[in-house]
């Protein structure tokens, strides 16, 4: 039963920082982007990876994650970061590529790239081999 709480308190106190949120495109969120863009979650905090011009950027604004679309280490491979690598990388941890080419050596391989997160929240990429198993129906 307080009463003097609520209400009529110096509305001025509130300055800038006005306490109903903006409403300006209803969502509560800075950029919007359709369903269609969400490629899977951030693995750092969760909430959407989207696709952007420049790449599969994390949607929380204070979350440093993205998967660039310039990519030396995919560039290194003669791969690129394509919609369906960044989705198998968030929602695998890994993805498998055929037909890389070294651009050093120029050798031709297919391998498994893991996806792991260092301690900047930057992604980090390395190649993984397939086991070779005796045979199994290749
Ligand atoms: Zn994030």
Redesign the pocket.
């Known amino acids: 039963m307080s009463g003097m709480d609520d209400g009529w308190k110096d509305a001025a106190d509130f300055g800038d920082e006005l306490p109903f949120g903006n409403f300006e495109d209803g969502s509560g969120t800075k950029q919007a982007y359709a369903n269609d863009d969400v490629v899977g979650n951030?693995p750092?905090?969760g909430?959407h990876i989207v696709a952007r011009e420049k790449g599969f950027l994390?949607n929380?604004m204070e979350?440093r994650?993205g998967l660039w679309k310039n990519n030396r280490f995919f560039e290194a491979i003669g791969k690129e970061m394509t919609r369906e690598v960044a989705d198998e990388l968030l929602n695998c941890g890994t993805v498998k590529l055929d037909g890389c080419k070294s651009k050093r050596t120029g050798n031709s391989f297919n391998c498994y790239v893991d996806l792991t997160v260092d301690e900047e929240q930057r992604p980090h990429f390395e190649i993984r081999f397939p086991q070779r198993k005796k045979k199994e129906g290749e």
């Open positions: 951030c750092v905090c909430a994390c929380n979350c994650f």
